[in-house]
């Protein structure tokens, strides 16, 4: 079955560092992939998504590239902020059929001053 | 653009009463709307997919009976949850998607304590 592997957390990191957080994926189909955030306190949002290979998503800063070699899907970011300090989902659905996410299992991310 | 609400954001009820939480999309209309549960410190979980005038899929291991999908409209689904128990406390996640698209939208969720 389709599923999604996250690095563990948590990620403890001072601000303005580099930030990488790992996703590697299996599916039977060909999956649009998806960086989700939860900030405290709030649902998730849409970070950013790809939908085909070599595709890069990115917004706020983060940016994501849709490897289908080594089908991944690795977030990065140049500096992070304190404001940055989240739960980050990595997430894909196949497009054939049903809408279903399918998300890994989170990486808790916090900044400090 | 693109709003899901969910009511109540939080709740308290005692073993074996049901509870009933509502999700709704505000601007836009939603066949599709997914209900999830995230356990503390763990990712979410799909309980179910709902579409709009049929009856709720649910996923395995997920009991129809004990967890009342309802989709009457383009812009509500409910998950009533009967004869709640102690492990029925969680954060309970909507979502919703709109006609012919992959992504979904979320709720804040509904954080469910039951006593």
Known sequence: GDSVTQMEGPVTLSEEAFLTINCTYTATGYPSLFWYVQYPGEGLQLLLKATKADDKGSNKGFEATYRKETTSFHLEKGSVQVSDSAVYFCALTVIQGAQKLVFGQGTRLTINP | ?115
């Open chain 2, 1 to 115: 653009g693109a709003v899901v609400s969910q009511h109540p954001s939080w709740v308290i009820c005692k073993s074996g009463t049901s509870v009933k939480i509502e999700c709704r999309s505000l601007d836009f209309q939603a066949t599709t709307m997914f209900w999830y549960r995230q356990f503390p410190k763990q990712s979410l979980m799909l309980m179910a997919t709902s579409n709009e005038g049929s009856k709720a899929t649910y996923e395995q291991g997920v009991e129809k009976d004990k967890f009342l999908i309802n989709h009457a409209s383009l812009t509500l689904s409910t998950l009533t949850v009967t004869s709640a128990h102690p492990e029925d406390s969680s954060f309970y996640i909507c979502s919703a998607a709109q006609p012919r698209s992959y992504e979904q939208y979320f709720g804040p969720g509904t954080r469910l304590t039951v006593t």
